[in-house]
Structure formats: structure tokens, C-alpha cells
């Protein structure tokens, strides 16, 4: 009697890449993705400071002088409709504990 074997070594090897891509998943989920949660959520922050510090005069808060607002300028125009929208946006009590 031939027996067939069910997997081929190409089908096993892949199925053992994807349990181990699995693994590092939840290792990273356990480990290190609030880590890296809070630092996206910190330079999101920054970013948002930056922008206000050297734009602000676009919303009503001169901080800088627009000589530098305007040296900086170039680099930021495609952030700042997102970053008025972000700024502007209504936020309720699910957004503090969403973070």
C-alpha cells in the first residue's frame, strides 16, 4: 500500500512560518505594542505642539515670529489641513479614554 503524505514539505514549512508569524504576533501584542502605542501617541503630541508653536499665528496664537513661520512653511503645507482638522475636531469623553 503507497501512502500519500497529506502536506507536502512546501505546505508544512509554510504552515510553520505562518503558526511562528502567529507567535511573534502575540509576543509582540504582549510585549511591546503599548510601548509603541505611547510613543506614537507622544510624537503625535509633539508634532502637534510644533505645528502650533510655528503656525499658531494662522489660528490666533503668535509664538514665534513669522519670519520662521514662514522659513518652515515649504516643509509643512501638506500637514497643515490635517492638522487643522485634528485641532478643531469636536472631541467628547470617549476620546480621554481612548487616550
Known amino acids: ?10 505546505e508544512k514549512k509554510e ?3 505562518g503558526i511562528s508569524e502567529a507567535l511573534k504576533g502575540v509576543l509582540y501584542g504582549f510585549a ?4 509603541a502605542t505611547a510613543a506614537l501617541k507622544t510624537r503625535m503630541h509633539m508634532e502637534h505642539l510644533f505645528m502650533l508653536m510655528t503656525l499658531g499665528d494662522m489660528l490666533g496664537f503668535p509664538i514665534i515670529p513669522p519670519y520662521y513661520s ?3 512653511l515649504p ?3 501638506p500637514n497643515i489641513k490635517s492638522w487643522k482638522e485634528r ?7 470617549t476620546d480621554l479614554l481612548s487616550g
Open 1 to 10: 500500500m503507497i501512502s500519500i503524505p497529506l502536506f507536502s514539505r512546501k
Open 15 to 17: 504552515k510553520e512560518e
Open 32 to 35: 511591546v505594542h503599548g510601548a
Open 70 to 72: 514662514l522659513k518652515i
Open 75 to 77: 516643509y509643512v503645507v
Open 87 to 93: 485641532l478643531f475636531r469636536e472631541r467628547d469623553f
